[in-house]
Nanobody
Framework: QVQLVESGGGLVQAGGSLRLSCAAS????????MGWYRQAPGQQRDLVAR???????NYADSVKGRFTISRDNAKNTVSLQMNSLEPGDTAVYYC????????????WGQGTQVTVSS
């Protein structure tokens, strides 16, 4: 059973920083990509940042230059350093892992709240 355990998040003032971390366990298959998505109330869940095993990254336009994703492939962990936070970044942040099991399957963490006050 694959589990993604997130840590970090919380309440911060605009302009501040937070760091999210996520550790994956319970899989013997290689994780092809890990990343972060977020969902604000009444909104769909959207990609924030994602990193594949080869180091290629994707960022949402709204976070480019402010957020940085990093991975430790050997430890199956992913982190998201969030700087210059804005009230618009307020959302529940979900860790995601994509694992090839004959097809790509997505796994999700339980979510962690990030609230940015103005």
């Amino acid at each position: 059973q694959v589990q993604l355990v997130e840590s970090g998040g919380g309440l911060v003032q605009a302009g501040g920083s937070l760091r999210l971390s996520c550790a994956a366990s319970g899989t013997s298959f290689s994780i092809s990509a890990m990343g972060w998505y977020r969902q604000a109330p009444g909104q769909q869940r959207d990609l924030v940042a994602r990193m594949r095993n080869d180091g290629t990254t994707n960022y949402a336009d709204s976070v480019k230059g402010r957020f940085t994703i990093s991975r430790d492939n050997a430890k199956n962990t992913v982190s998201l350093q969030m700087n210059s936070l804005e009230p618009g970044d307020t959302a529940v942040y979900y860790c995601n892992a994509e694992i090839w099991i004959g097809y790509y399957k997505q796994y999700w963490g339980q979510g962690t709240q990030v609230t940015v006050s103005s």
